[in-house]
């Protein structure tokens, strides 16, 4: 009967407690049973039990049980017990309006900067919304733990910043509308959002073209968010990017695969920052075809290019040495590395 939250007698923080703590009761039918009646309390019972102080766990149950509209979502924010953890849950699993009402709470986010960071890499997020948590931690001297948080914060100074809505800004449908055109035309594995022409040129293929479109209307923190949340597309779009910002957040993207790594180490109308990225990062640079593409690209820095050129292959290094696309101090090197191995 208490799985079910039938408790005579009890007030609602009570039955909301009892029926959190049979949750993780050793008996599976009765765990079972209390998780369905948490999903589906009434919300009479709810908000008399958010009255209360209720303990973290029971708060943490509660949110994960019920998601629940912006108004309850206000309410857990308020308890005191509230833990860190469920607050990046709740963080991370927000929707746009849940999103917006768990940012507004500033002094919140300053004592939990996860969140912020929880927040920023949800897509359901609002663009706006994430732009004044990074302005939010810029102005309070806070570092976020977020791949290109140095490019977002550098960019960030320089744009103007929304005061927060209830209905998106122009910026929050240009982002969600490029998110809707990226995932339509998603790249394949292996393929390359740019084609090489005769004289060597690289232009946009054709299927990428409104995605180029759009995201040629973007702000630079529009991008770099793209960057980091975006599709491979997007990426393989973003790292040749003029502005060196942008670029390098692109490269930086927690999302970035293998392949895409062996496409820009490849390209040649990347920047050197790009490859500096892709070169750092042992992940990349375990693959070897990353490891042979750094070294025949003019625009990899020699520091790095001197590091991988004793871990190619003696037939490879033999093409590279004929080879007039690398530099004379990458020609040298990699005699001296035949010589070595002869």
Known sequence: MAARGVIPGAKPADIVTVVA??????DAATAETARATLAKLPAAIVNGALSADLPGSVIDKLCRAQPGDPELVSALLRMP???PETLEHLAASADEKRGEVIATNEQLMLQNPRAIEKLYLNKAVRMSTANRLIELAVRNGIELAIPAFKEAAAAIQDELIAEPSEEP???DLLFTE????AEQVAATEDEDTHEV???GEEHVRDKFLPLHAKIAQMTITEKIRCAQLGTAAERLMLVRDPNRLVAVAAAKSPNMRDNEAVQISAARSVGEDVLRVIAMNREFTRHYQVKLNLVQNPRTPFTFVSR???LLRENDLKIIAKSKNVSGAVSQAVRQQLSRKG
């Open 197 to 199: 022409d005769d004289e």
């Open 81 to 83: 017990r509230l833990s």
């Open 169 to 171: 800004n122009e910026s």
């Open 308 to 310: 991988l050129i004793p």
């Open 21 to 26: 703590a049979l949750c993780d009761s050793p």
């Open 178 to 181: 490029t998110a809707e055109i």
